[in-house]
């Protein structure tokens, strides 16, 4: 069974960072493509940042860029989301979020996770 | 980026009608690579159907899509309670993934 556990939620203030880890079991972690989405309270499903098997190719939202890093560790069949420099609409639930592809970003998202909260605020 | 325009924002049915959900692309979606998904409260997204017609594995006859270049339609035939639920549409055929606002299927 496809397993995608994330953690590392929580409250921070702005301005501040926070680390988010999804791991992921039952499937060949190094055979998919990997992403990141979050939902706002009560709003509606945004792409944040895609990242292929091997991190060759590497992708974000605009309103994310140059404040969050995604990585993976496919040893460790972990998927990663540094976020730097929070900001309060940074707030909501991220998933991490299985592509049936490998190597294009551009792929549907055919296993979820159940999220993670992330709550910026002071 | 590709803006997709979900309609209507809420329906209104009673089980055991059709439901019809529209999806409308700024521009043409490459290769009708689009994707719908339901979301029931509290929960996380379900993938239903990718590339505008086909079915995942375990989703029920009675959800289908259809639809190419800008416009897209999900039909759920014979609602089922457990149907009622928020849907959402998404085009993967260029980059940025985006998605639709989604339309939320209540009982009426």
């Known amino acids: 069974e496809v397993q995608l556990v994330e953690s590392g939620g929580g409250l921070v203030q702005p301005g501040r960072s926070l680390r988010l880890s999804c791991a992921a079991s039952?499937?060949?972690?190094?055979?998919?493509?990997m992403h990141w989405v979050r939902q706002a309270p009560g709003k509606g499903l945004e792409w944040v940042s895609g990242?292929?098997?091997?991190?060759?190719?590497?992708g974000y939202a605009d309103s994310v860029k140059g404040r969050f890093t995604i990585s993976r560790d496919n040893a460790k069949n972990s998927l990663y989301l540094q976020m730097n420099s929070l900001r309060a609409e940074d707030t909501a639930l991220y998933y991490c979020?299985?592509?049936?592809?490998?190597?294009?970003?551009?792929?549907?998202?055919?296993?979820w996770g159940q999220g993670t909260l992330v709550t910026v605020s002071s | 980026e590709i803006v997709l325009t979900q309609s209507p924002g809420t329906l209104s049915l009673s089980p055991g009608e059709r439901a019809t959900l529209s999806c409308r692309a700024s521009?043409?979606?490459?290769?009708?690579?689009l994707a719908w998904y339901q979301q029931k409260a509290g929960q996380a997204p379900r993938l239903l159907i990718y590339?505008?017609?086909s079915r995942t594995i375990g989703i029920p006859d009675r959800f289908s899509g259809s639809g190419s270049g800008t416009d897209f339609t999900l039909t759920i035939n014979r609602l089922e309670p457990e149907d009622f639920a928020v849907y959402y549409c998404?085009?993967?055929?260029?980059?940025?993934?985006?998605f639709g606002g989604g339309t939320k299927v209540e009982i009426k």
């Open positions: 979020v299985r592509d049936p592809y490998y190597e294009l970003l551009t792929g549907y998202l055919d296993q």
């Open positions: 039952g499937f060949t972690f190094d055979d998919h493509a």
């Open positions: 990242i292929t098997w091997n991190s060759g190719n590497i």
């Open positions: 521009q043409s979606v490459s290769r009708s690579y």
């Open positions: 590339g505008a017609t």
């Open positions: 998404q085009q993967y055929g260029s980059s940025p993934l985006t």
